[in-house]
């Protein structure tokens, strides 16, 4: 196994399964992985921004057919809204795992 090159805050957020598959690569895939990750991730506070814009959050993330029931319903007259503020962190941190889990297979794909 070799010493895991990627920035210890990106690390620790993600999946323990992805960790462990990176620390068996060489550096160099490991720096590519990173930037992948890096341009595939999302952030939470942007996800909070777009919520506040009429849920444009669901299309950040990627959830077009939620979005549009939320859309259609007018977040459910601002109560799906309000309970959306409380399930975006989670939300983002749902997406950003399975962006690492993609990330991950895509560089082993180019072996």
């Known amino acids: 196994m070799s ?6 805050s990106i690390l620790a957020r993600l999946p323990a399964s992805v960790r462990d598959e990176l620390a068996t ?3 160099e895939k490991q720096e590519k992985y990173a930037a ?12 909070y921004a777009l919520c ?5 959050h669901f ?6 057919e939620t979005g ?9 007259f601002f109560v799906w809204w309000i309970i959306e ?3 975006i962190h989670s939300k983002v941190r749902s997406y950003n795992s399975h962006a690492a889990i993609i990330a991950l297979a895509d560089i082993k794909s180019e072996e």
């Not at 506040?52 to 444009?56: K, Q, W």
């Open 3 to 8: 010493e895991i090159a990627i920035q210890e």
């Open 25 to 27: 690569m060489p550096k």
């Open 36 to 47: 992948l990750y890096a341009k595939r991730s999302k952030k939470v506070l942007l996800a």
């Open 52 to 56: 506040i814009v009429y849920g444009l």
């Open 59 to 64: 299309v950040y993330l990627e959830d077009i």
């Open 68 to 76: 549009v029931w939320f859309w259609l319903t007018l977040g459910a």
């Open 85 to 87: 503020l409380f399930r």
